[in-house]
């Protein structure tokens, strides 16, 4: 199930389990969103990213979803392993022109063997 | 080098102390962007360089923060006068262009005392 925890939502999963973790972004003109893993003690790597003339992109064993109306984004992690396990954060940022990435909140996955 | 690399892993200083934390990005990129990730939170946006132009340092907190790229590959981040607010890590992060894929070095961890 899904929790609050003191800083991070926490998502726990058992190995195999699909995963799907949500992100709501905050600017109407963002037009690219990266989905980012980090480890602890680690920085983050790079997922899988969207266009926002997309609305579906997979890549192996993850999809991002974007729903622009509602600002929405969302990281599917098929058959989710241990090794998974780890904090998500969506960005966004302006694909033309000059910006940087603006990160979410994050999300905690925490995969059970 | 493979990725980008930040030195040192880990620092603690006394409160009043100067520090300055390395950025090696990879080699040829031409962005170089630092974040400060407090715990439990997402990385927040601090500065960016464009080879040795700094084109953007709205994220920096105080004037006690500095940046520089002096030739247009290595970057330093200096705090000056630290104080315990400053405890977070600290994030470098590089791209072939800007608002491609960025990718990360593992951080530098400040502590306060």
């Known amino acids: 199930g899904e929790s609050v925890g003191l800083h991070l939502p926490t998502l726990s999963v058992q190995e195999g389990d699909n995963s799907i973790i949500n992100c709501a972004y905050s600017n109407s003109a963002s037009d690219y969103f990266i989905w980012y893993k980090q480890e602890s003690g680690k920085g983050p790597q790079f997922i899988i990213d969207?266009?926002?003339?997309?609305d579906k992109r997979q890549g192996q064993r993850v999809t991002v979803l974007l729903n622009k109306t509602v600002k929405h984004l969302s990281l599917q992690i098929a058959a989710t392993q241990p090794g998974d396990s780890a904090v998500y954060f969506c960005?966004?940022?302006?694909?033309?022109?000059?910006?940087?990435?603006?990160f979410g909140k994050g999300t905690m996955l925490l995969v059970s063997p | 080098g493979a990725g980008v690399s930040q030195s040192p892993r880990y620092k603690v200083a006394k409160r009043g102390q100067d520090v300055a934390l390395r950025c090696d990005p990879i080699s040829g990129h031409v962005s170089l962007f630092w974040y400060q990730q407090a715990l439990g939170q997402g990385p927040e946006f601090l500065t960016y360089f464009q080879n040795e132009a700094q084109l953007d340092k709205s994220g920096l907190p105080s004037d006690r923060f500095f940046a520089e790229r002096p030739e247009g590959s290595v970057s330093t981040l200096k705090i000056q006068r630290t104080q315990q607010e400053d405890s977070a890590v600290y994030l470098c992060?590089?791209?072939?262009?800007?608002?491609?894929?960025?990718?990360f070095g593992q951080g530098t961890r400040l502590t306060v005392v």
């Open positions: 992060a590089s791209s072939g262009r800007t608002n491609t894929e960025a990718f």
């Open positions: 960005a966004e940022n302006r694909e033309s022109g000059y910006s940087t990435l603006t």
């Open positions: 969207i266009r926002s003339n997309m």
